[in-house]
């Protein structure tokens, strides 16, 4: 808990930083865009708002909720939004292959077991406990190509072949009703989520970070202007 508040801290001081440099390069917009996930990492804008950080520079924050990391970089490259808190990396990869220099990166993850986003939970009563047990299951994802892409990865690691996973791509709201009902069999799932059903009971653990497991410590999310 420590580490993520840490974390959370060092992230609001680089929003700040950020949008003195947004305001000195923007003197006579007042609003800034901030396109945004329903994720962990997407809190400190909502901390600055809340503590009237945006007033303080004389700024109108615009917050706009999307469902994807492709989604973000696409309201992005459309020129809807200014700041990205939280992506994924590999849409900004790619995007930077197609059209370089096209957005700056200002802060990246730096996730292992301790401090990850992500974790895979089953209900209960689920008879899965290990990722072997997932081979040829239904498993709920994070919408978008680098979540699926990821697990793949991790499974081919693991020894469970990709193609007998059904991956079904959920937003966050309808995770945890998907995996209650039997929709899915598993979740990977980001904070809050995995929290909020491990705390609330019903749900638990079977196994931690993918990210972290793939890459240690794993630069996966990026924020970027």
């Not at 949008?19 to 901030?34: T, Y």
């Not at 999307?66 to 939004?81: E, K, P, R, W």
């Not at 081979?135 to 892409?149: D, I, R, Y």
């Not at 059903?197 to 793939?214: E, P, T």
Request: glycine letters at 8%; charged letters at 15%.
């Amino acid at each position: 808990m420590r580490s993520r508040l840490w974390a959370i801290g060092a992230a609001v001081i680089l929003f700040l930083a950020l949008f003195g440099f947004w305001k000195s390069a923007h003197k006579e917009v007042g609003e800034v865009r901030i396109a945004y996930l329903q994720i962990i990492p997407s809190l400190p804008v909502f901390i600055a708002q809340e503590q009237g950080l945006f007033d303080k520079e004389n700024l109108r924050l615009k917050a706009i909720a999307v469902g994807s990391s492709n989604d973000l970089v696409n309201t992005m490259v459309a020129g809807q939004a200014d700041i990205l808190p939280a992506t994924s990396l590999v849409p900004i990869i790619h995007l930077e292959i197609q059209s370089p220099g096209r957005v700056r990166i200002f802060s990246h993850s730096r996730m292992n077991e301790a401090n990850a986003l992500d974790k895979i939970i089953v209900r209960d009563s689920s008879p899965l406990h290990t990722v072997e047990d997932l081979q040829g299951k239904k498993v709920g994802v994070f919408p978008g190509t680098a979540p699926s892409h990821m697990l793949s990865a991790f499974f081919k690691k693991h020894g469970v072949d990709p193609a007998s996973v059904s991956m079904l791509q959920l937003p966050p709201q309808a995770q945890l009703s998907s995996l209650e009902s039997g929709a899915v069999d598993a979740l990977f799932a980001y904070e809050p989520v995995t929290t909020t059903a491990l705390v609330h009971g019903g749900y638990r653990q079977l196994f931690g970070s993918v990210y972290a497991d793939l890459l240690n410590p794993c630069p996966i999310g990026a924020s970027v202007i």
